[in-house]
């Protein structure tokens, strides 16, 4: 069974009503990235970032996986998929996808502030006082902008032996998520969905890129139609 890796971004999550990543005026939620999404927002105000990332896991548990979600599911009938996703939604789980890494945490999940390996499943809202095993304050389990992605070198040994590679609703500027097709064979089938796709230097040289401007549901609906 061929090896179809897929990369997703915001974009495919967008359908079900999460916002994508950056609004046009560059807010992240009406919030400045430095505000909630860095390692000194932390340390400057976390009750603010506490909150931010309790609104966001309130607002999934109101969604549900869309018809790009899905189909991903459906391609597993066929194909060996695994989805390397930059999203910190769950929804590529509750569609059914059997195969998926998280380069950018969860939101579902928590973790020691002082401990990061005892990480926690967590559905509810989580506030200054909430301690891990060890004592230490619990925290969202988020790469935040500034931090390492310690899932890069896993999900790197799962690009590099693809025998596909799909990319769904990513701008590509974020790194270096945006750079993981570069562990993969440059001789494969590449296919790049997304309504506005930015080709950018690590996709302009490929030779089997194939890209569908359209949105992650309709596009996925055009992926299946090739693929099987």
């Known amino acids: 069974m061929k090896k179809l890796v897929v990369l997703t971004g915001a974009g495919i999550s967008a359908e079900s009503g999460i916002r994508t990543f950056r609004d046009a005026d560059g807010l992240w939620e009406n919030h400045r990235i430095e505000e909630v999404a860095t390692p000194e927002a932390w340390e400057n105000n976390p009750e603010l970032v506490l909150e931010f990332y309790n609104q966001r896991r309130r607002q999934l548990m109101e969604v549900e996986p ?20 930059q999203n910190v939604d769950d929804l590529h789980e509750r569609a059914g996808s059997s195969k998926v890494l998280h380069l950018h945490g969860e939101l579902r999940k928590v973790r020691s502030e002082r401990y990061p390996n005892l990480i926690y499943p ?107």
């Open 66 to 85: 869309n018809d790009a979600h899905k189909r991903l599911v459906d391609l597993e009938k066929q194909y060996d998929v695994w989805i390397v996703t």
């Open 122 to 228: 967590w559905d509810k809202d989580l506030f200054l006082g909430d301690l891990c095993a060890q004592g230490a304050q619990l925290r969202p389990h988020i790469v935040w902008f500034g931090e390492s992605v310690p899932m890069l070198e896993t999900a790197a040994g799962i690009v590099h032996d693809a025998d596909c590679f799909v990319i769904i609703g990513t701008s590509l500027q974020v790194y270096p998520a945006a750079s993981l097709m570069m562990y993969s064979h440059p001789d494969i089938p590449y296919y790049y969905i997304d309504p506005k796709p930015q080709v950018n230097a690590a996709l302009e040289n490929l030779p089997n890129l194939q890209v569908i401007s359209e949105k992650a549901s309709i596009g996925t609906k055009k992926l299946l139609e090739i693929l099987t």
